[in-house]
């Protein structure tokens, strides 16, 4: 018996044929996971049909899902509790916590092969090696200790904004997700980032694995027609933070007056951005199209996975990013905070 254990909806769980290997199969175990929907489907408002099907797991062939009844209770509890992204985080990682320690109390005998993600893996990982079992461990999260050292270091780049000191794991958790780590047998991490820095704290390179996750298909409909003299436009991947680069971003757009910038703002954004005269909110269908986006910006002071980053990438969009956001892909990389190096890749992408 193999066991897969998935506390919350991610996109790792399209590549769980290619986690287990060999054509393996496996019970997963997700408490938020509904049945197939209901055959009168069309008598229900679209909202709901579109938020149950996010929750409909389709299992490959050889997995088969089990979901928890009234698991939504849990779930709107937390979110009742949770009124800021601080307090998000902090009841997501005690959420997986929890279901981990439930987990490993009833792990059957005989199983083979545990997949869990981070910090939800370690009570789960013990269990399974006292029986011989195999643990795979999915990095989905930052590594804890090292996102805390590189948001200290862009607080004391930008004192001003305070938002970059709104949020840090416990040590609980920090020692948590390390733990983790000296438990599995193999890491799957999403970035290159990630793989060196497992590399350099000692850990084998014949147990980290790529988790190469695919950019969702979208159609960018007919291609609009930019004037030659149009200004360029720059989109800031991932939500309007200082953490992701968001004041690189701006000085950037200072230094070269004929580029506008887009931007998604979200709770910590500073307003007064979105007053300058060439910055513009970015809608939902643009950030998923890039439509009428001459470059990406991914400027991250922290590890980060901005979906914008792979749609650039797929539809051969030029991405501006740091390490710490190009996952595994071939971008134009500049060091974090460095805005002389930001404005140069900007002329070398508006000269092509």
Known sequence: ??????????????????????????EVLAPWALP?????????????????????????EGFRVWGLPGWWAVEAGL??????AAASFRARFALRRRVAQATAALLPEGVETVVAPSLCARELFAAARRQGARCVLIEDLPFLRALHADLDEAAFRHPEESFLRNHRASAEDVARQEAERVLADECWVRSAFS???????????ERIRD??????????????????????????????????????????LEARPGWHLWVRPTEGTDVAVLKHPRVQRVTE????????VDVVLAPSWCESHPSEVATAMAWGIPVIATDRASGFHECHTVPRGNVAALVMELDAVRAT
């Not at 769980?13 to 199969?25: D, R, Y």
């Not at 793989?195 to 390179?205: I, P, Q, T, Y």
């Not at 930019?226 to 991947?237: C, F, I, R």
């Open 36 to 60: 197939a929907a209901p055959t009168r489907w069309g008598l229900f408002p679209s909202r709901l049909r579109g938020a149950w099907r996010r929750r409909t797991l389709p299992a490959p």
């Open 211 to 252: 988790l190469h996750l695919p950019a969702v298909a979208v159609s960018r409909g007919e291609a609009a027609q930019k004037e030659a003299e149009a200004s360029p436009v720059a989109l800031l991947a991932g939500p309007a933070l200082a953490r992701g680069g968001l004041r690189e971003a701006l000085a950037a």
């Open 1 to 26: 018996m193999n066991l897969v254990l998935v506390p919350e909806p991610a996109p790792w769980l399209g590549q769980l044929p290619t986690l287990m290997g060999n054509g393996e199969q496996a």
């Open 195 to 205: 793989r060196e820095r497992l590399l350099r704290d000692g850990h084998a390179s």
């Open 285 to 292: 269908q643009v950030q998923r199209t890039l439509r009428g």
């Open 79 to 84: 979110r009742l509790g949770a009124r800021s």
